[in-house]
């Protein structure tokens, strides 16, 4: 295909994008076994879309046949060549995963570690990550990290912990327990293949572990001795296993005996890696192999043959990286590697004696096999087919309805690993099958008597099951379920009789055949309860109680019809009966009336004469008196206190949002409202003591219009317009406004000799809005509305 150019940030590819690369020189795209699937791409300095080219942008190509228009992000362009970029880009869904945090968490099993990267990413998720796998194991991101770091290559990754394989497909990552299929292709000399090279890793083989736990005080455990051995080798090269994080205490020897053998078998110490570099020409397209071009499918992850008769070499193995040719849509290179160690030896020892010597030994065995297949060829049991390993002696022996591996349908296939059954030809899938590890895989099994340890079942259909420990604990019979402890019963679920569907509890005798709950045989106190459709009934035995069960009682539904509650120390807190409280439509209510909740409003009565009552909408509380008519309201949302007479009319209200208290300067104004019908009662201190200075009030910024002040010894006088003098200044009095006035009444001190004075002020204001005195002082003005 020809590559696509998208602009940074792209997540959707159902268009055209920028263009398509049409001048493109060369496309590569490279692909191995749980690596970051890779682009490279070389293009004309003057191409077209040439200068939209830059990192981040995204490239749309296909990775081989099977992954079509996968979407890598640009990395790298590279100018140095004159009039060529050369362009190097990784697939869109790890550069995406590879820049999100996230955070510590530990998860039991494989289904919750997958669904934790999501709740514990830094950001939202632009991928999809899925599994195919099944596994209890626990897992454990120990130390914050990118999202693409726990998929794989880090200490206790979701590779690290389960295996598998990841597989990149647009915007989703799947961990798969293997990619790619066996088609039986074969590469060979003379046929396909025209590159081989081998190469042998031993840097992952060990002979033993060493595993330990280090606290965090220092303390050091391990076993005696500290080495698990692998098994017999003519060198040495243990493996430390630090089991620090995986406990949380000081394990003991067995259980570092038992990590280091889990440890071992999931990972492959034994053996070395070997890895091929296959070059082959694909014969899909050639006109003599119309017949079988699905076979000469290969990609990632595939199973094939390698033939090279001449180096005594017949044994499969599976493509572990591939490069692409994006543009001719064929593949340049595979690498082959895991190819079993016959292989390795048969290449590694090719000498023409050797290899003539090994065919002359297995010979008489493999004589003696074909005359027992040309014995059974032909009759109804089929054909069967030896294949031979590399030294010539039988590897895998072939049951099949034709003679030739390519045609045959029905194949039994039998080797080191197992015994398998497919009616799909001899690359499987191997729906029956016997595996050398103890497992069984089959649709269907007929069995007389089954021993088992332990069976994990999705769909259990049975007749009848019965669990036997020396008494029946648990038997299924005629579709009714019975659970007994010894010779006593403990639960019984029938589902015939006049009481199937319901629940039984029981402490000792059967019921009956019938099914009657009240059946409780030769023990009068056996039964104790029942559960079916209408409800649940306690039985005597437990005299109608129903108790907690954490560490201290909560609730307790005793035999005297009460509910009681109680706190963490077992005290009641709570005591509920049919006398004081009822339930009804909602509605909570007593038994004498006295308390009722209805549509959010509480009410609280005495027979029908309401006392108080609370209404939810709006937050109001009002008490009433004996005919029914309001007395006291008080109501937030104003806020007020009212007091109403007999006739429902307000005869008083108190405010307290309009109260004062502080300090204030001299003849600067504070805000406080007074409307007719209302006062209020102030009380003033002069700060300090001037000299003999008259202090005067003022309303609205404004002298009285008129005053009058006595004092001991002298009569009214109407000039002096003040509530105290500063020697002595104190005032205490009341303001009040009616009748279109405010009047001020009270009672200062004046003169150097401390002479009380009885104050009155009048000012032509209907209303106030605020007070001010001419001398600074501290005041406080309570408010009282009638």
């Known amino acids: 295909m020809i590559p696509r150019l998208y602009a940074a940030g792209t997540t959707s590819f159902t268009t055209e994008g920028l263009g398509a690369l049409a001048d493109t020189m060369s496309c590569v795209a490279t692909t191995a076994v749980n690596g970051v699937p890779s682009l490279s791409m070389e293009y004309p300095i003057a191409g077209v879309h040439a200068a939209e080219i830059g990192e981040r942008c995204i490239i749309v190509a296909d990775r ?38 996230l955070e510590p968490y530990t998860a039991s099993g494989i289904t919750n570690a997958i669904a934790g990267l999501s709740t514990h990413a830094t950001d939202p998720l632009p991928v999809t990550v899925s599994t195919q796998l099944s596994s209890s194991a626990a897992f454990n991101h120990a130390a914050p990290s990118t999202v693409k770091r726990a998929l794989g290559g880090m200490e206790g990754s979701l590779l690290d912990t389960y295996g598998g394989e990841w597989d990149f497909n647009t915007l989703q990552a799947v961990l798969m327990p293997r990619t790619g299929t066996d088609n039986g292709v074969i590469i060979r000399w003379g046929k396909n293949l025209t590159e081989l090279k081998v190469s042998i890793d031993w840097s992952g083989v060990y002979t033993g572990i060493y595993p330990f736990w280090r606290g965090q005080d220092g303390t050091v455990a391990q076993m005696t001795p500290p080495v698990y051995s692998l098994g017999t080798f003519d060198f040495t090269r243990v493996l430390m296993l630090d089991l620090s994080s995986e406990y949380q205490q000081q394990p003991a020897a067995a259980d570092l005996l038992a990590s280091a053998q889990a440890y071992a078998q999931t990972h492959n110490l034994t053996s070395p890696t070997f890895s091929w570099s296959v070059g082959f020409v694909e014969l899909r397209g050639a006109a003599e192999y119309k017949d079988v071009a699905l076979l000469e499918d290969v990609s990632l992850g595939d ?20 490069t692409f040719d994006v543009l001719l849509g064929q593949f340049q290179k595979l690498e082959i590697g895991n190819v079993k160690a016959n292989l390795a030896t048969a290449i590694t020892s090719q000498g023409a004696a050797a290899v003539a010597a090994v065919r002359a030994e297995a010979s008489g065995l493999y004589n003696a096999i074909q005359e027992a297949t040309e014995a059974i060829t032909g009759n109804k049991g089929g054909y069967i087919v030896t294949v031979l390993n590399a030294d010539g002696q039988p590897q895998e022996l072939l049951i099949m309805d034709t003679p030739d591996i390519t045609t045959a349908t029905n194949v039994w296939r039998w080797n080191v690993s197992g015994l398998g059954f497919s009616s799909n030809g001899y690359a499987g899938p191997y729906a029956t099958a016997i595996t050398a590890d103890g497992k069984i895989v089959a649709d269907f099994i007929t069995a007389g008597t089954l021993d088992a340890s332990l069976i994990n079942v999705i769909n259990l259909v049975t007749h009848q099951l019965q669990a036997t420990n020396g008494t029946n604990q648990l038997n299924i019979n005629g ?38 709950y009240n059946d409780q045989g030769t023990d009068a106190t056996s039964f104790q309860s029942y559960i079916n459709a209408t409800g649940m009934t306690l039985g005597q035995d437990y005299q109608g109680k129903v108790t907690g069960t954490l560490s201290a009682k909560r609730v307790n539904l005793s ?58 909408q709006s937050g109001n509380i009002q008490m009433y008196g004996s005919n029914g008519q309001e007395r006291i309201g008080l109501y937030p949302a104003e806020p007020q206190i009212a007091m109403y007479n007999a006739s429902g009319s307000r005869i008083g209200r108190w405010r307290p949002d309009l109260n004062y208290e502080g300090s204030v300067s001299a003849n600067t104004a504070f805000t406080f409202t007074l409307e007719d019908g209302e006062a209020a009662m102030i009380m003033y201190t002069a700060a300090s003591n001037v000299g003999d200075v008259d202090i005067k009030l003022l309303v609205n910024s404004s002298e009285a219009d008129y005053s009058s002040y006595s004092y001991a010894g002298s009569s009214n006088n109407y000039v002096e317009k003040m509530i105290a003098r ?12 009616h009748n279109g006035i405010v009047e001020v009444y009270g009672s200062g001190r004046r003169g150097t000799s401390n002479v009380r004075g009885d104050v009155m002020l009048v000012f032509n204001q209907s209303s106030v809005s605020s007070l001010a005195f001419s001398a600074a002082g501290t005041v406080k003005v309570t408010h009282i509305a009638m």
């Open 559 to 616: 035999n005297d019809g009460a509910l009681y509650i109680y706190d963490g120390n077992g005290n009641v807190i709570s005591r509920i009966t049919a006398a004081n409280i009822g339930l009804n439509s909602g509605d909570i209510y007593t038994s004498a009336g006295n308390v009722i909740a209805y549509n959010g409003t509480f009410f609280a009565q005495d027979g029908t004469r309401i006392r108080a009552a609370m209404r939810g």
């Open 64 to 101: 081989d046949r099977t992954r079509k228009a996968q979407p890598y992000m640009i990395k790298t362009v590279d100018k140095n060549t004159p009039g060529i970029m050369k362009i190097y880009a990784e697939h869109l869904a790890v550069c995406l995963l590879d820049g999100i945090g």
């Open 479 to 516: 579709y009714s379920l019975n659970i007994k402890d010894g010779a006593d019963y403990r639960a019984w679920l029938p589902t015939t009789g006049n009481q199937q569907g319901s629940l039984f509890l029981y402490g000792g005798s059967r019921p009956n055949a019938a099914g009657a």
């Open 726 to 737: 500063s020697s002595y200044g104190t005032f205490v009095g009341w303001i009040a406004c």
């Open 303 to 322: 199973t094939v043959r390698i033939y090279l008769p001449d180096y005594g070499v017949n044994a499969t193995a599976r493509v572990v990286k591939e």
